[in-house]
């Protein structure tokens, strides 16, 4: 045995392999069966040519090329009888035991000198001399390779299911390369000395073969290019190897016929592959992995491009459109769910699944905390498979995409959050400079006040004097009395707005609880004096005393009853101020109104700063704030029952020290 028997040994045993395998799985399918039959043709026909490589006499090698040729006749049948299976082209059975006819007439003919004239002596060995008779295999068996390819390029036009186009690709290309290596044969049988390609047949089967066993299918141009790259190298080594040896037997041993030239040519071909294995498996991957490379790169732009996006929609409409440009799609959606059941990987939808039903091929999950759901993508536009490649690709995808949604609902968050912030800030400007104004307002008018007492005092005691001295039933002296009055009124008033005004005032004095409610309800009185409000005092505290700050507590009780009358509006309302003892220790003070109230869930924070149910512009929320720190000052209590609808009462209660 030499180097030119290595090839067909190679290709029957692989050959014979396969035939096993579709054995031992014809029960499941006739398709296997009629691969494993293919294969044991192909199997016998490479045992005949490892043989002819070896034997030394003319005539035996004939009769082992007649012998293998009485089954060669039947790949004839079996390449058709296959195709219309895996097809379903069944009007073709017609042709397919034709087929079968012919075979079974070719046997005795095989047997015929005008079929194989003789054995001709190669440089590698013994090969079969084709006859006149031959020719009529030759065009059956060109026939039937014929047909099955077109039926099988038929079929790739028609399906629409990416894995069964997968499938069709591997047979077709199979089927082609197999034809060729085949029928490079019949030159070699004409008399030309080249060596037979067809003894490396086990390079198209084994590609058929994975089509036919493997169900769950890559891509097809992967496994190609992967075996390309295997065989690349494998031609080059041998190559290397035969030159080699040739050269080195040629110059230092021809006459000793050794096998050392070979012995060193294999040496020298292992080191010269193993240097320059990976730059040729770089070069060459690199040749035929270009789309491969190019949507690495357009995924690898496509995360980082994501991640600068602080919009959730654009960053949706941003994958959709670049998914759909990689990989020319069909469909592309991004779907949320309100959660990830554990850890899932990427999902190829087969068709049971509903998805299939609307066009999508390929479930990626995205991982995020705040918008977890999955990457749907439809069929690609060259009818291929995902491959292993681009599902590790599109994995790393799906872990940016979540990074991407959950940095964008942070950034809307933070957005949302300064928006806020600064709103605060204007309204809390805008309240300050409406409280100092207030503020300034109130200084003037306990300045404008304290100027008044005087002229209204020198006014009053005028009056009084005239009163005296004039009869009651002088027509001048009613006057008199209503301007007194009137003068007594306005001193009140004045009274009330210096006690209020006195914002300085610290210690702390014998206060009638009664005092400060009367000057708030003064103060008020324009509020109110043209609303349809009936104001109702119920005062039994007795004694009414605390101690306090008069103008602190006066500022309390303007407080609730302005929110009071706010509360009410323009309706028609009831405020009721009642004061009462409790166990001769605390006097008790409510102030109850009938009108909007207040909702439930707002309760617990109406004395917080600047919280306020009423509309924007109407109040600051610094009131009921002001009214709970001047109560705790007291050391008194402030509590509120209130419904919405109903009316709200606001509760208090001071401690009294001498009851």
């Known amino acids: 045995m030499d180097i030119y028997s290595i090839p067909p040994l190679f290709s029957s045993i692989a050959l014979f392999l396969l035939f096993l395998m579709g054995i031992f799985k014809a029960k499941a399918s006739a398709l296997n069966l009629l691969f494993s039959l293919i294969c044991l043709v192909g199997c016998l026909l490479n045992i005949d040519k490892t043989i002819l490589t070896v034997i030394k006499d003319g005539e035996t090698a004939l009769k082992i090329s007649r012998i293998d040729h009485i089954f060669l006749v039947f790949i004839i049948p079996l390449y058709l009888h296959f195709t219309i299976i895996a097809t379903g082209y069944k009007r073709w059975y017609v042709v397919v035991k034709t087929f079968y006819i012919i075979a079974f007439f070719l046997i005795p003919l095989t047997q015929n000198k005008l079929y194989l004239t003789r054995a001709r002596h190669f440089f590698f060995g013994y090969f079969a001399q084709s006859g006149p008779l031959f020719l009529i295999f030759g065009f059956f068996s060109t026939l039937s390779i014929t047909i099955s390819i077109c039926l099988f390029i038929k079929n790739l036009r028609e399906e629409r299911i990416a894995e069964r186009r997968t499938r069709i690709k591997y047979i077709l290309l199979s089927f082609g390369l197999a034809a060729f290596v085949n029928h490079f044969d019949v030159i070699i049988m004409n008399g030309y000395e080249l060596y037979p390609l067809g003894n490396f047949v086990f390079i198209p089967m084994s590609l058929f073969g994975y089509a036919v066993y493997r169900h769950d299918i890559m891509e097809w141009r992967i496994f190609l290019n992967k075996g390309l790259v295997f065989f690349t190298l494998f031609f080059i080594s041998m190559g290397f190897f035969i030159g080699a040896s040739s050269v080195l037997e040629r110059l230092f041993f021809y006459p000793l016929k050794s096998s050392t030239p070979y012995v060193i040519a294999m ?28 949507i690495r790169e357009s995924i690898k732009d496509l995360s980082f491009e994501i991640m600068q996006l602080h919009n959730i ?39 049971d699944d509903p998805l299939w039903q609307e066009g999508f091929r390929l479930s990626i999950p995205v991982y995020s905390k705040t918008h977890p759901g999955y990457i749907l993508l439809g069929q690609r536009g060259d009818m291929g498979l995902y491959t292993k490649e681009d599902i590790e690709i599109l994995s790393m995808l799906g872990n940016h995409v979540g990074l991407a949604l959950d940095n964008a609902e942070a950034y809307k968050k933070i957005q949302d959050f300064s928006a806020s912030l600064e709103k605060l800030v204007e309204e809390r400007t805008k309240a300050l400079i409406q409280s100092e104004s207030l503020a300034a307002v109130g200084r003037l008018a306990a300045g404008v006040a304290h100027e008044l007492n005087n002229p209204i005092a020198s006014v009053m005691s005028t009056l009084e004097y005239y009163i005296d001295h004039t009869k009651e039933d002088d027509e001048i002296h009613g006057d008199l009395v209503f301007s007194l009055n009137e003068l007594k009124r306005a001193r009140d008033i004045v009274r009330s707005l210096l006690d209020a ?76 101020i009642e004061t009462s003892n409790i166990n001769h220790e605390f006097i008790k003070c409510s102030i109850k109104d009938n009108g909007e109230g207040i909702e439930s869930q707002f309760i617990k924070d109406i004395f917080k700063p600047f919280f306020t149910t009423k509309p924007q512009g109407k109040g600051i929320g610094l009131g009921l704030f002001i009214v709970y720190e001047i109560v705790t000052e007291h050391n008194g209590t402030i509590e509120v029952e209130s419904q919405k609808g109903k009316g709200s009462t606001f509760i208090l209660k001071f401690p009294a020290p001498y009851q």
Do not use: W
């Not at 010269?272 to 035929?288: A, D, G, T, Y």
């Not at 009185?525 to 103008?551: C, L, T």
């Open 501 to 576: 005004s006195r914002q300085k005032e610290e210690t702390k004095v014998l206060v009638d609880i009664h005092n400060p409610i009367e000057d708030a309800l003064r103060i008020l009185y324009n509020q109110y004096k043209n609303k349809k409000i009936r104001i109702e005092k119920v005062f039994d505290a007795e004694p009414s005393f605390i101690m306090g700050i008069p103008s602190r507590l006066c500022q309390v009780f303007i407080n609730l009853i302005k929110n009071a009358i706010d509360a009410i509006g323009d309706k028609e309302g009831l405020i009721v």
């Open 267 to 294: 040496a020298m071909t292992f080191l010269v592959i193993h240097f320059s294995k990976e730059k040729i498996q770089q070069f060459l991957m690199n040749v035929l992995q270009e789309r491969l490379l190019k």
């Open 313 to 351: 929609q654009d960053i949706k409409n941003t994958i959709i459109r670049r998914l759909t440009e990689a990989f020319s799609l069909e469909r592309c959606e991004i779907k949320m769910v309100t959660g990830l059941c554990g850890f899932e990987s990427i999902n190829v939808i087969t068709e």
